[in-house]
Structures are given as structure tokens and as C-alpha cells.
């Protein structure tokens, strides 16, 4: 098989290249870089955009979305919470200015209200046109956002559908949702 982005072949391109075609990850587990200062995690996204006044903008439009990050802005990472390091690994992600944004596991580990709050800024990137790629055991919550999901089952795409089908499906109810 292949994979193609916009018509490119993403195979044959570095992850620089991939980066500054708008593919970024926000990965299983936050990887933040924990002996970084926040601020300096989030400027680590912009890494391909270099230092402009756009992306001094986008910085303060991160600390809006996440408040808590302008709070902790001089903290090293390492000292944030589970949900806070999820926080910032989205705004990390975001400084690259996404158009594809790959999502794996981000309510992994993390307390309820704060699954509540990622899910609650997933929806506000959606409706900012981001396409999102989101790999999520939660499937109640991941379909009632999907426009389309993908039930898998040892590698293999056994039901597809729209979020809403997928939330309806008896037998995606039984198996995936404990309905």
C-alpha cells in the first residue's frame, strides 16, 4: 500500500518535510520534554516556522486555549500534571499549525473531568477546520465526535461508518461500549 497526503507520497519525505506539510502528532503518552521550560515545549512545536511574530501570536492563542500553560509557562514540564502534559503536548502540536493533526490515546491515564476537557478541545479543533486522526479507546466519546470512525480488530477494519452509525450499531454497543 501507500500513503499519500495532498497528492505525496509521505513515504518519501522526512518528518521535517512531513511537519511543514502540515502532518503533526500529538503522541500516546505526552512525550513532553520534561526538563524544558513549558513555554519552551510549546516553541519546540513552531520549530519549522522559525521565530516570527505569527508564531509569538500563536503562543498567546495556546496560553487562551490553555490557560493553565500560561500560569505554568516557566515551570519545567516534568512538574505538570498527567492532564497538564496532555495540554501541552496539544498546544505543542498546535504551534506547528496542523492541517492534519494525529491524535493517539489522549485521554490515556487521565482523571474524567479532565477526559471531559481534552474531548471539550478536540471539538473547538474540529470546528476550526483541523482534520483530526484520533486513535482513542474511549469510543463512546471519540464516536460522538467522529464524522467517521473504524472499528479494528487484530489490524483489520471490521465496521465503518459514521460516528453517529457507529454509536447505534448493536453490535459496537455490545463489544466496544458495554451497552
Do not use: C, W
Amino acid at each position: 500500500g501507500a500513503i499519500t497526503f495532498e497528492g505525496k507520497d509521505l513515504s518519501k519525505i522526512t518528518a521535517d518535510q512531513r511537519v511543514a506539510n502540515g502532518i503533526v502528532q500529538v503522541p500516546e503518552g505526552r512525550q513532553v520534554f520534561k526538563d524544558l521550560s513549558v513555554q519552551d515545549n510549546l516553541l519546540l512545536g513552531a520549530y519549522t516556522r522559525g521565530r516570527s511574530p505569527e508564531v509569538m501570536d500563536d503562543l498567546e492563542r495556546m496560553y487562551t486555549k490553555f490557560p493553565i500553560l500560561r500560569q505554568k509557562r516557566h515551570n519545567l514540564a516534568g512538574e505538570l500534571s498527567g492532564g497538564q502534559q496532555q495540554m501541552l503536548a496539544m498546544g505543542r502540536a498546535l504551534m506547528a499549525k496542523p492541517r492534519l493533526l494525529l491524535m493517539d490515546e489522549p485521554s490515556m491515564g487521565l482523571a474524567p473531568l479532565i477526559i471531559e476537557e481534552i474531548f471539550n478541545i478536540v471539538k473547538e479543533l474540529k470546528e476550526e477546520g483541523i482534520t483530526i486522526f484520533l486513535v482513542e479507546q474511549n469510543a463512546s466519546q471519540a464516536l460522538a465526535l467522529a464524522d467517521r470512525g473504524y472499528v479494528l480488530e487484530t489490524g483489520k477494519v471490521v465496521i465503518e461508518g459514521t460516528g453517529r452509525e457507529l454509536l447505534s450499531n448493536e453490535k459496537v454497543r455490545e463489544a466496544y461500549l458495554g451497552m
